[in-house]
């Protein structure tokens, strides 16, 4: 088989899909890579209360046991505050004057934060006996009620710190309380479980009336300009207007949905919502998931907001920053839609909480922005430098998989709903569906796109089929007009490749061959256009979940859920490699650092990376804590983007240059400190030389500089100088090196003198206000005493040898006979 890569006059730039110079071999490239997480993008809302502060900048929000402060300009948290107990948020209020927050958990306890500083300035007992369901301020922001689930109303004052009132009569759950706008009638509104509005008198302290309209739980009070009106709404699908002089209702409205929040609109002409009279109108958010405006004197609908692309998303929160001119509502699957209030027109998007991230893809010619793919029928688009949200709908079920053509521009998803979706981002970053094709059977689980020009994307689905799908001439057309609808896609060819589901599909660099990989445990190499079947690469011990075509070399790489990733040739269909480190499967895999590394993720929530010419995982990033989904690597191979189903999206940046160059300049400072280390042994400054070894954080450089000092003449008197003159911190690191130094018998010399000098010259209430003095005590004595006891030994042995000596009785040598001269 004749397989060739593109050269480089056929590839339009570098990257991961375009840059397919083949080299002859897996081992070449530049530096290996090193990642470190740049930005983490967590949840920032699980559902609850969402208030705004009066200058619309802020978003208060709870997630789980934190209250998120979330900055409307840049989309950041710049606070999560969290009580001691670290139990759940049960409500919370921001004051109208915008400088207290109080928060109540379920351990019955409230809290009082000085928000912009993160601090809790007051904290005491609810005296509730179950926990704090709701809770307002009055407009003073000096009295906050609070209703809880035991039935109770109680009254604090937040300045002089007690409790000023306690109301009882409501059954079951308080879960609404408001106080009247006007702080003279010091009148307090609250609804229970049982469907009526209470209305409590401070002053008397009393229930001044109760009454009764709704037959579901009311979600919302808000009063009119002069307070003689109350706007109430319910989830038994109706508003009803009260006048608060007679306590009884004057006109009940019909929304036909059950509504969680209304606002009662400043009585002035609004032509862009329809309000052309100065009568009373409010607004409504409810499950259908629309806002409408209603004229409260005919109850006649006004204004309806457009029914968005794909499936309905309900209502759940609804606030009105008047001063501010912005309105903040809240969708069932957590976003947070922010539109300027005399338009209705959407200003910002924030995604609260994504659930289970399944892919995401970095976008843009200069991956500017990512596409995230959550459950979720919508996708998420986010520019990276502000950190704008873009929701996009046109899938009417879950998002499986996306993919992005060469440029940058255009992106493809797939999804549950058997359909798949091309969208185009224009140059101000704004992305829209451009077209639309369905044909296959059952969930479509996996796409790619072509990699040489934007011509064709393949798909991959349950029904055990791959369809081509060729791009129209008309998508690429610069004169596309964007709102004229997207376009129909036609599938050129349909083949039915596996038995078992198909996880993956990759189209090769040269956009001549098509991988795929399934749970029948087999990869399968396909030629295109026609999808004819190549080869089979068969060895993993169970299904597979990725395949990738290497950029550089004829070599294909596969993810199984056997905890594998293994190497093919595609001459032969041969395993080449086989790389073994995950504990769990293998969920996605790509080439990096020009095909010489690769970069996995797993079920186990980690993330390798390997070299693939000795087989070794040079590093792990365990940053994720469930199952990472999504992996994607920027053109450059500089950044890295993860997602998993912890609800996380993890953006990777390459530090290889970085470390290189922290790792040189350590070893440049260590080069001339230990010459600055040489030259004062050799100056015999001894003081400096032994603050220097210990700030090095040295034993064995440390015990050098002492063997040093012991060489000299004078070594007992300039030992003790040396060591007398050093800081306490300098005394507390030698006497820790003097436990390592006394383990072993050729230095224990070297330690004991250093005990010494210690245990001679400091008073014993100093040693032992040393930071672990008694475990290095502990670590002391039993080698001390072994040393004592082998020094004792040598010494009864060399006693002894000089007794004998001593006493022995060595025989008289013979004296030789002595020659006269004369017989010379």
């Known amino acids: 088989m004749e397989v060739r890569w593109p050269g480089p006059a056929e590839r339009a730039g570098p990257g991961p899909a375009g840059d397919c110079r083949n080299d002859g071999g897996l081992g070449r490239g530049r530096n290996e890579l090193g990642y470190a997480v740049e930005r983490k993008m967590e949840p920032f809302y699980k559902g609850g209360k969402v208030q705004l502060d009066q200058t619309g900048q802020h978003v208060f929000c709870v997630c789980g046991t934190k209250v998120n402060v979330l900055d409307v300009a840049s989309g950041a948290v710049l606070r999560s505050l969290e009580q001691e107990d670290q139990e759940d948020i049960t409500a919370f209020e921001l004051s109208p004057d915008d400088q207290v927050l109080v928060t109540a958990t379920r351990a019955l306890l409230l809290a009082q934060w000085a928000w912009r500083e993160g601090s809790i300035t007051r904290l005491w007992k609810a005296i509730h006996t179950a926990p704090v369901a709701t809770m307002a301020f009055d407009p003073t922001s000096t009295l906050l009620a609070t209703g809880g689930c035991d039935g109770a109303v109680r009254v604090w004052d937040i300045v002089r710190h007690y409790g000023t009132h306690h109301f009882r009569g409501s059954p079951g759950v308080v879960h609404l309380v408001t106080f009247h706008p006007d702080p003279a009638r010091l009148l307090l509104f609250s609804s229970a479980a049982d469907a009526t509005i209470r209305m409590w008198s401070l002053q008397d302290q009393s229930c001044l009336a109760v009454m009764t309209a709704h037959y579901s739980a009311v979600t919302s009070l808000t009063f009119s300009a002069d307070g003689h009106t109350m706007l109430s709404s319910g989830r038994d699908k109706i508003c009803v207007i009260w006048d608060l002089q007679s306590h009884q209702a004057t006109r009940t409205v019909p929304v036909f949905e059950s509504v969680e929040a209304a606002v009662l609109l400043p009585e002035e002409l609004v032509p862009k919502l329809d309000v052309k009279s100065k009568g009373l109108h409010f607004l409504t958010a409810g499950d259908q998931g629309l806002l409408r405006v209603w004229e409260a004197a005919s109850g006649q609908c006004v204004y309806a907001q457009p029914q968005p692309p794909g499936p309905r998303q309900g209502l759940t929160h609804c606030t009105l920053a008047q001063s501010a001119g912005l309105l903040l509502s809240v969708t069932t699957d957590h976003n947070l839609l922010l539109y300027e209030a005399r338009s209705l ?38 520019e990276l430098q502000t950190m704008t949200c873009q929701i996009l709908h046109g899938h009417t079920d879950i998002v499986l998989a996306l993919d992005v053509f060469r440029k940058g521009r255009l992106f493809a998803s797939c999804a549950k709903d058997q359909s798949i ?145 293994k190497l093919w040739a595609l001459q032969d269909f041969s395993c080449l490699k086989t790389f073994e480190g995950h504990d769990a499967s293998v969920l996605k895999v790509v080439f990096v650092s020009r095909g010489t590394q690769l970069l996995s993720s797993g079920s186990d929530g980690l993330v390798k990376l390997w070299t693939i010419k000795n087989n070794e995982c040079v590093k792990t990033l365990d940053a994720h804590e469930d199952k990472v989904w999504g992996l994607h690597c920027s053109r450059l191979d500089d950044r890295a983007l993860t997602g998993a189903s912890d609800s996380c999206v993890i953006l990777w940046k390459d530090v290889t240059e970085e470390e290189q160059s922290e790792e040189q300049a350590r070893r440049e400072e260590e080069v001339v400190k230990q010459q600055e280390l040489d030259n004062l042994l050799y100056e015999k400054r001894y003081l400096r030389a032994l603050g220097l070894a210990i700030s090095l954080d040295r034993p064995h450089t440390v015990l050098t500089v002492i063997q040093a000092i012991r060489r000299d003449p004078e070594a007992c008197k300039k030992l003790g100088a040396t060591v007398l003159r050093l800081r306490r911190d300098q005394k507390e690191a030698l006497l820790r090196f003097c436990v390592t130094w006394n383990t072993n018998s050729r230095h224990c010399h070297e330690a004991q003198a250093v005990l010494g000098v210690l245990l001679r010259h400091e008073a014993p209430e100093e040693l032992l206000a040393y930071p672990g003095v008694q475990a290095s005590l502990e ?46």
């Open 421 to 565: 979706c091309i969208w185009r981002m224009n140059k101000a970053g704004r992305v829209a569906c451009v077209a639309q094709g369905s044909g296959h059977t059952h969930s479509v689980g996996t796409i790619c796109c072509s990699r040489l020009k934007e011509t064709f994307l393949v798909t991959g689905s349950q029904d055990c089929t791959v369809k081509l799908w060729p791009i129209p001439e008309a998508l690429l057309s610069k004169g596309t007009a964007p709102d004229s609808g997207p376009i129909l896609l036609q599938a050129q060819a349909t083949q039915r490749c596996h038995d078992k589901d198909i996880n993956s599909v990759a189209v090769a660099p040269n956009d001549k061959l098509l991988a795929t990989g399934s749970q029948d445990r087999t990869a399968k190499l396909w030629a295109l256009p026609h999808c004819q079947l190549l080869g089979i690469f068969s060895g993993h011990r169970r299904g597979l979940w990725c395949v990738q075509f290497s950029p550089m070399d004829q070599v294909l790489a596969t993810a199984s859920a056997d905890g594998t990733i």
């Open 345 to 382: 027109q959407l200003q910002k998007q924030f995604a609260g909480y994504s659930e289970e991230v399944l892919d995401v893809r970095f976008l843009g010619p200069e991956d500017s922005h990512i596409v995230v793919a959550s459950n979720s029928p919508s996708l998420k688009v986010f």
């Open 779 to 824: 670590a002391l004595l039993p080698y001390t005493e072994r040393h004592f006891q082998r020094l004792s030994r040598t010494l009864q042995a060399a006693t002894f040898l000089d007794f004998l000596w001593h006493n022995m009785k060595l025989p008289t040598l013979p004296t030789a006979p002595s020659v006269a001269p004369s017989a010379l």
